[in-house]
């Protein structure tokens, strides 16, 4: 019996995810007055990574997930992460 496929990034809990577009990101850097090698990572073999890569191909490492949280006493909340293959230490 083969188990179902599913899409993480249309589960409830599961915040949303996007690619943020290379010519976009320099603009976003300068807002957030950053460099890219300060931003928190995420694996390449995290769940939702592995979902966009359903949706849009394979994703460089490198590029800068935008993940937008929801909560019912926060409000929303942004947050960036760049996608590394590495293993985080």
């Known amino acids: ?25 320099e603009t976003l850097l300068k807002q957030l007055g950053i ?9 390449r073999s995290d ?3 592995k979902a966009l890569e359903e949706i849009n191909g ?3 490492e490198g590029t800068i997930i935008k993940i937008i949280r929801k909560s019912p006493t926060a409000g929303t909340s942004t947050y960036y992460r760049v996608v590394e293959s590495g293993v985080f230490k």
């Open 1 to 25: 019996m083969t188990m179902a496929r599913v899409n993480v990034l249309k589960h409830e809990m599961v915040p949303e995810h996007y690619i943020v577009a290379k010519k976009e990101e």
């Open 35 to 43: 460099s890219k090698d300060l931003l928190p990572r995420i694996n």
């Open 47 to 49: 769940p939702a990574i």
């Open 58 to 60: 394979q994703i460089e």
